[in-house]
């Protein structure tokens, strides 16, 4: 959050996410997911979890800014190809 200025700074914050799934290989070769018992999964079979999991993630990754907000944004935004303004 470095590169955002005041009063954008005082409504975001952050948390480190681990993401597990990473493929391992047991000794007698077989491959296995990593899983860590009771954290969200992001990868597998597609599940209501899995979507539970990534809409958690990503909630609030999209903000409509206004007036003073949005002015720290200028130049550092651009249109993608639904119409909407995105962040650099």
Do not use: C
Request: charged share 25%; no cysteine; aromatic share 10%.
């Amino acid at each position: 959050m470095r590169h955002f200025k005041d009063p954008i700074k005082n409504i975001l914050s952050e948390e480190t996410v681990r993401f597990t799934g990473g493929l391992h290989f047991h000794k007698n070769g077989t491959l296995y997911r990593e899983t860590i018992e009771g954290e969200p999964q992001y990868v597998g079979e597609p599940s209501p979890e899995i979507d539970s999991a990534w809409n958690q993630l990503l909630k609030g990754q999209y903000m409509n800014l206004v007036g003073d907000e949005a002015t720290s944004m200028v130049e550092r935004t651009w249109k993608d190809e639904h119409g909407n303004y995105e962040v650099a």
